[in-house]
């Protein structure tokens, strides 16, 4: 949980750099105060926000498991629309740099969703909760999530279509479901693909799960934690 902290913290300052480096100061404020004046912004922040604020207004077990079913929903389904877009940028060569950014910034999205697949688990199995609760919960962050996506993006960037961008978030809500042991919440057989499987090769996030460059002929970006990395005394 300290190495997800440490790299939230560090996620942050990479979307600060993006946003100084492509908006001219005087616009910059408009963008940090977006979610002031845009209503389904502000929503959709808010539906995680309340979750946690229950734990810290009233701390008892049933809102613990809540907090937690939270943050899973947080690291496994917000967020993964706006990387699909850099994505999708970087597939007909636009901003390839920012892409780059939010290929390591997803690499470690997955290590803390892969937290709280361990997590959640044990945690059903000593706080109370029901399984309907967790059931609305997801549907709930599929609906803020999609109505967000399509405000925001909508069907205005080639790839990305109102439709796409529903069966991707079902998607995915499915997928992160199953990894705790519950069936799917939405069965029809199209929610169980990715709609942005020809984007993978940018995302890099499948195979061994780390953006990888040839060390000699790129910028090493990554920062890879490897277990049986030898031929460093001969360099
Ligand atoms: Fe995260």
Redesign the pocket.
């Known amino acids: 949980m300290a190495e997800?902290i440490s790299q939230?913290g560090m996620h942050n300052q990479s979307y600060q750099y993006i946003i100084e480096t492509i908006i001219p100061p005087e616009r910059r404020s408009q963008v940090y105060d977006f979610w002031r004046t845009d209503k389904v912004l502000k929503d959709r922040c808010q539906f995680i926000a309340t979750l946690y604020q229950k734990y810290i207004d009233n701390a008892t077990p049933e809102n613990y498991f809540v907090a937690l079913l939270a943050d899973f929903l947080l690291?496994g389904l917000y967020f993964y629309n706006g990387f699909i877009y850099f994505y999708n940028l970087a597939s007909r060569m636009l901003m390839p740099g920012s892409a780059d950014i939010f290929k390591m910034i997803n690499r470690?999205?997955l290590s803390?969703v892969r937290l709280y697949q361990k997590l959640i688990p044990e945690a059903r199995k000593v706080f109370p909760h029901s399984i309907e609760q967790i059931y609305s919960m997801f549907d709930m962050a599929v609906e803020h999530e999609c109505r967000w996506t399509n405000h925001i993006v909508g069907n205005n960037i080639l790839g990305i279509t109102e439709s796409s961008t529903e069966q991707y978030t079902k998607y995915l809500a499915n997928i992160r479901l199953r990894s705790i042991g519950l069936d799917p919440l939405y069965p029809e057989p199209k929610y169980s693909k990715s709609p942005y499987t020809h984007l993978e090769r940018f995302s890099d996030t499948k195979k061994e799960a780390h953006t990888k460059a040839n060390f000699f002929e790129a910028t090493v970006t990554s920062y890879v934690m490897s277990s049986g990395l030898s031929g460093w005394d001969e360099i």
């Open positions: 997800q939230e690291e470690d999205e803390h």
